[in-house]
C-alpha cells in the first residue's frame, strides 16, 4: 500500500512539473525569484497584443495557461508515463479552493453567502425542471435527462458522474452529456470575460454572473481569474465572490443527485431500495469545502495575522493559491480532449445547449437588474 | 517500458469517457487535498514566526 502511494508520487512528479512549466512559462517567475516576466507581460508590453488581447480578449495568465495546456495536450504526443502527474490537477484546484478560504471573513461568508443561497437555489430549481422538460419533450429518456439536468444545474461534469449511477444511465448517456457540458465549458471560459467586459460588469457583478451561470467549478475559477486577476495585495474581487457561488452550489449537489434518484427510479419505475439518505447524501458531500471553512475560522480570529492590509503569511498563502490554481487550471486545459468535445451531440447537445444558455443569459439580466456594483 | 492504467491519457483508459483522478474515490482526493493544505499552512506559520 505505501509503496504503491510512494510509486504513485514517483510517478506523478514529471507530469506536475511539466504543468508547473507552463504555468511558470505564463505567469512570470517574480515570486520564485525567477528572472522571468511571464509571457502576459509581454504580450501586455506590446501596445496592440497589450490593447486586443490582454484588455478586451482578456488573454492573461490563467487563460494563457489553459489554451497552451489544450493545445499541448492535444497536438504533442506526450509519452503515456506524464499523464499520472497531469492527472492531479483536480487535487491543486481544490488544494486552491481551500487555501482561498483565507480570503473572506465570517461576515463575508453570511453576507455573500445569504444572497448566493437564494440565487442559487433558484436556478438549480429552474434549470432542473427545464431540463427534465425539456428532455420529456424532445423524448430523450429519463435516465439521460437526469444526468444532463445535473450536469446543467449543479456542477457539469462531477455532477454527471455522481448522478450517472444513482439514475443508472448508459454509458452512452454519459458521453453524449459531458461532451455538451464540457463544449459549453470551455466556450464559457472564453466568452464570459469578453461579454462582462463589453457590457462592463464590476468584479463583484461578474462573480455573480459566473459563479450562477458556469457549469462546472474549474470554469467558474478560470473565468473570475481571466476577468480580474488582482494581486497579491489586493485580491481578485470576482474570484472572492463567484467562488462562494460556486462552493454554494457545489453544497447542494449531494441534494440534487438524492432528487434525481428519485424522480427517475419513479418515472422508470425502478426499484428505489437503493438510494438512502447515506448513499445519496453523505458519500456525495464535497468535503474539501470543511477546509475552505476551517481557513475562513482562521482568518476571522485573526490567527493569520491582520487582513487589512494583509500580513506576510496571507500573502504568502494567496501566493501560493495563485500558483495552484495556475498548475490546476493549466492541468484542466490538457484534459480537455478535442476527440471529447466532437463526441457532443444528438438530443443531449441540444436539451444541454438550450439549458445552458438559457441559465447563462437568464443569469445575467439578473445580475445587471439586481446585483449591486460592491457586494 | 511496461504501462500501467494510470499512465494512460484520461481519452485510453477502459475505453469510456470518466473524470480521470489518480484516487479511488473523490472523498479520498478531499483528504488529500485537507492534509496537505494542513501541512501548508503549519508551515506558512512556522516560516513566519
Redesign the interface.
Known amino acids: 500500500m505505501l509503496n504503491d502511494r510512494a510509486s504513485?508520487i514517483f510517478?506523478?512528479i514529471p507530469g506536475i512539473l511539466l504543468m508547473f512549466a507552463i504555468a511558470l512559462f505564463t505567469m512570470g517567475g517574480q515570486d520564485l525569484g525567477i528572472p522571468w516576466p511571464g509571457l502576459e507581460a509581454y504580450l501586455r508590453a506590446h501596445p496592440v497584443t497589450g490593447k486586443i488581447l490582454v484588455d478586451v480578449l482578456r488573454f492573461n495568465y490563467i487563460l494563457l495557461s489553459i489554451i497552451i495546456g489544450m493545445l499541448v495536450g492535444n497536438l504533442v504526443p506526450?509519452p503515456?508515463?506524464i499523464?499520472?502527474g497531469i492527472?492531479?490537477s483536480?487535487?491543486f484546484i481544490?488544494?486552491g479552493v481551500?487555501?482561498l478560504g483565507s480570503l473572506y471573513s465570517f461576515t463575508d461568508v453570511a453576507r455573500l453567502g445569504l444572497t448566493a443561497i437564494l440565487l442559487v437555489l433558484a436556478f438549480i430549481i429552474i434549470t432542473l425542471t427545464f431540463t427534465l422538460w425539456l428532455g420529456k419533450k424532445t423524448g430523450l429518456e429519463p435516465a439521460s435527462a437526469a444526468v444532463l439536468a445535473a450536469g446543467t444545474a449543479v456542477c457539469g461534469?462531477?455532477a454527471i458522474?455522481a448522478t450517472a449511477p444513482a439514475v443508472r444511465a448508459k454509458?452512452a448517456d454519459?458521453?453524449f452529456s459531458?461532451g455538451t457540458i464540457l463544449s459549453f465549458g470551455v466556450a464559457s471560459i472564453f466568452l464570459f470575460p469578453l461579454v462582462g467586459n463589453l457590457l462592463h460588469l464590476t468584479p463583484h457583478q461578474f462573480g455573480v454572473w459566473a459563479g450562477t451561470g458556469i457549469l462546472s467549478s474549474g470554469q467558474v475559477l478560470a473565468a473570475c481569474l481571466i476577468f480580474d486577476p488582482g494581486t497579491t495585495s489586493h485580491a481578485s474581487v470576482s474570484l472572492k465572490t463567484g467562488e462562494i457561488y460556486n462552493l454554494t452550489r457545489v453544497l447542494f449537489l449531494p441534494f440534487v443527485v438524492l432528487a434525481l434518484a428519485v424522480v427517475s427510479s419513479r418515472s422508470a419505475r425502478l426499484p428505489d431500495e437503493h438510494i438512502t439518505v447515506h448513499t445519496g447524501l453523505w458519500?456525495k458531500f464535497?468535503?474539501?469545502v470543511?477546509?475552505f471553512l476551517v481557513?475562513v475560522f482562521?482568518t476571522s480570529l485573526g490567527l493569520?495575522?491582520p487582513t487589512s492590509p494583509p500580513?506576510?503569511?496571507l500573502i504568502?498563502?494567496r501566493k501560493?493559491y495563485n500558483w495552484f490554481f495556475a498548475i490546476g487550471l493549466t492541468g484542466l486545459g490538457m484534459?480537455i480532449?478535442f476527440?471529447?468535445l466532437r463526441?457532443a451531440g444528438g438530443k443531449p447537445l441540444l436539451v444541454g445547449t438550450a439549458a445552458a444558455l438559457g441559465k447563462a443569459v437568464l443569469a445575467l439580466l439578473v445580475v445587471l437588474l439586481f446585483v449591486p456594483e460592491k457586494p | 517500458m511496461k504501462q500501467t492504467p494510470e499512465d494512460l491519457p484520461p481519452k485510453k483508459r477502459h475505453g469510456e469517457t470518466q473524470l480521470f483522478t489518480p484516487f479511488a474515490t473523490e472523498r479520498m482526493e478531499d483528504y488529500a487535498a485537507l492534509t496537505l493544505s494542513l501541512l501548508i499552512v503549519l508551515i506558512v506559520l512556522m516560516l513566519h514566526q
Request: glycine share 6%.
Open positions: 504513485f510517478k506523478a506526450l503515456g508515463w499523464w499520472a492527472s492531479t483536480r487535487l481544490k488544494l481551500i487555501l461534469i462531477s458522474i454509458t454519459v458521453v459531458i458519500s464535497p468535503v474539501f470543511l477546509g481557513m482562521l493569520l495575522g500580513s506576510a503569511e504568502t498563502i501560493l484534459q480532449s476527440s471529447e463526441r
